[in-house]
């Protein structure tokens, strides 16, 4: 814990909110070779996302088309792509029964004389689709996703030959046409591969003794094997789990269509979890938890292991905390581990107590999905102060404050009725005993601990001003005592040694108290400014300076006349 006692809280902050949310929303991008996932890289495709968001939009809020409509729209587009285009008749129809937004928006365009389907043909007699637009949304991809993605300059499929030959190269080898699109949009590079090499790649990976319906799930999920030569990682991976008893159904189970993997992470996640666990230890954490491999490739995994080394938690605690690991997805663990610590930044807890809190309770922190800071200290009824201290008596009271469940007021502590007892006391010092409802009124008016209000009171009586007096000055302006005693000594130092007033200039003007010393400092350089233009009498009494900061005087004047 010495590495983290040496790093400031917001440096610390600053640290894990860039390590974590952004990541979390932004992950990085893989290189695969010398190719990026990133489509930014390849200049065929257009790229906005202000057009794809309102396209987005357009799509949602566009009505249904009705049955009967919709089927002659379909067949007069399978007519002309099949008959017209040349296009194979099960690909046509393919894009006419699988494109219904594309089609929506065609019939939009289209004047409807007699029936749709002659209507339509009519229309594209004369008027050629882009027809990449159907055949993306046929391949499963929506019309916010391949709107990036259409080639530039390029209309018919007949154009890009390379890309239709290694699409057709996919649906033999057994891929639905309904998810090439996610391959598309994951892995461009693969259809851009020369005439001929991807049938190449996909039998030398059968020769490694891979199942057809595992290299199915594998490419839909993983397109990236098949950029460059064998994925010797991915090969790795495979190895090492088959040696701890998880064959390549087990592994075909746990993927998921709609993430991408990038297989070096998942490398690097295995071989520190070899150093950190005894071979049965790896395979039941692995067995009970394999998010902790194929969530994010492993990202949460491993960022969560750099985050708890950067509090100084040691690799045993750090293992035994993966052993004790909750049922939840590893982001969400990770999501709820830094939402706890920014909870407690919010409060104002001490580094140290955080760095504490952290290390002991990681899992529990990991498992708490808790409310907003300001929500929990309402609810709680309770200051910051108090509510660090309860924590750190009570951390596993934080399982108690997570979203879904009723918040239960925390109970009044003998400091709060003793704080009371004072604050109370201070007030019927002051005179407010005589009338209820002033009493009620003083209580919220004064902000504080009756102990810190009497701090408060006595800093300006021992700088030098009579009890009465000062009491005076509080029943008029009340809200010079809701700040700290440090502020108000500051105040007074300014007024005296800065500006050359004396002490019982404040009987007249407590208010002066209420102001920032920034507003004072800009308010006297602006009196002086005046006394140098002979604008303003050289030796004005306070009484009638202070009305300078009762005016709203543009502060670009102050900061000239400074």
């Known amino acids: 814990m010495t590495h983290f006692r040496n790093l400031r809280k917001p440096a610390i902050l600053k640290w894990a909110s860039s390590c974590f949310f952004e990541n979390q929303l932004n992950p990085p991008v893989f290189v695969m070779g010398s190719f990026h996932l990133s489509q930014r890289q390849n200049p065929r495709f257009y790229r906005s996302k202000g057009s794809a968001v309102a396209v987005k939009r357009e799509v949602l809020e566009a009505p249904k088309i009705p049955q009967a409509t919709l089927k002659e729209a379909q067949a007069a587009l399978l007519e002309y792509l099949h008959w017209t285009r040349s296009i194979p008749f099960m690909d046509a129809e393919n894009m006419s029964k699988n494109s219904p937004h594309f089609l929506r928006n065609l019939l939009k365009k289209v004047n409807i004389v007699k029936d749709v389907r002659s209507s339509m043909a009519r229309f594209l007699r004369y008027r050629p689709i882009n027809e990449f637009e159907p055949f993306f949304e046929s391949l499963g991809l929506k019309p916010w996703e391949y709107t990036p993605l259409l080639p530039r300059n390029l209309m018919f499929l007949s154009d890009d030959s390379l890309f239709f030959e290694n699409y057709r190269v996919l649906c033999q080898f057994g891929i639905e046409r309904n998810k090439i699109g996610r391959i598309y949009k994951k892995a461009i590079q693969v259809f851009q591969l020369e005439s001929g090499a991807l049938p190449l790649k996909l039998q030398a990976y059968q020769e490694l003794v891979l199942s057809h319906s595992f290299m199915v799930k594998i490419i839909v999920c993983s397109p990236c094997v098949l950029i460059g030569d064998i994925d010797m990682k991915f090969i790795k991976v495979l190895e090492i789990l088959r040696s701890m008893g998880f064959d390549n159904a087990w592994v075909q189970e746990h993927l998921s269509d709609q993430d991408s993997y990038n297989w070096g992470l ?297």
């Open 266 to 562: 998942i490398l690097r996640v295995l071989s520190i979890f070899s150093e950190m666990f005894c071979g049965n230890e790896l395979v039941r954490l692995i067995s009970q938890h394999p998010g902790l491999l194929f969530e994010g490739s492993g990202y949460a995994t491993f960022s969560l292991v750099g985050f708890l080394l950067k509090f100084g938690l040691p690799i045993d605690q750090i293992s035994s905390m993966f052993l004790q690991f909750p049922k939840i997805q590893v982001q969400q663990f990770v999501s709820n581990l830094i939402k706890c610590f920014v909870f407690f930044h919010e409060i104002e807890m001490e580094v140290d107590w955080i760095a504490k809190l952290v290390c002991s309770y990681t899992v529990l922190l990991g498992s708490c999905r808790l409310k907003k800071t300001n929500s929990l200290l309402s609810n709680l009824n309770v200051g910051k102060k108090r509510l660090c201290k309860y924590i750190q008596e009570n951390p596993q009271e934080l399982s108690k404050w997570v979203i879904g469940l009723r918040i239960v007021p925390l109970p009044d502590s003998g400091e709060n009725i003793e704080s009371k007892r004072l604050k109370m006391k201070f007030l019927l010092d002051l005179g407010y005993g005589e009338n209820p409802n002033m009493m009620n009124k003083a209580f919220k008016v004064f902000r504080g601990r009756g102990g810190e209000l009497q701090e408060r009171f006595d800093s300006i009586v021992n700088a030098g001003l009579d009890k009465a007096d000062v009491s005076e000055m509080v029943t008029v302006s009340p809200q010079i005592l809701n700040q700290s005693k440090t502020v108000i000594q500051s105040k007074i130092d300014i007024l005296v040694n800065e500006l050359g007033y004396p002490l019982s200039s404040l009987v007249s003007f407590p208010s002066f108290l209420s102001y920032t010393t920034e507003r004072v400092r800009l308010r006297m350089a602006m009196y002086n400014w005046l006394k140098d233009h002979k604008k303003a009498e050289p030796d004005l009494a306070f009484e009638h300076h202070c009305c300078m900061f009762r005016q709203n005087i543009p502060e670009s004047i102050c900061e000239s006349s400074s």
